[in-house]
């Protein structure tokens, strides 16, 4: 969403759903080639409900960034920013 100024949560939501339904839902995506609001109209059925409490998602891990900008962790590879 371009930056733009709100007044209030209320307002930013506001303005955030009224981009996503007439400017961002019509974008045709480039691997999908379908919209986005029609793409989730097919996946809607099969989503399931969030749970009451959400997930705890942080885990904290001293990682060495290799020369090809990836980091390791649990044997899987992560790019980071070159520095």
Known sequence: ???RPFGDLS???CQLRQWILEEASKRIHGSTYQ???SRFAVEQGVLKPLRDCPPEVTTWARVKIQ??????FEKCLYSVPAY
């Open 35 to 37: 919209t986005s609001l």
């Open 11 to 13: 307002d930013a939501n």
């Open 67 to 72: 020369r090809d900008s990836h980091v390791q």
């Open 1 to 3: 969403m371009p930056i």
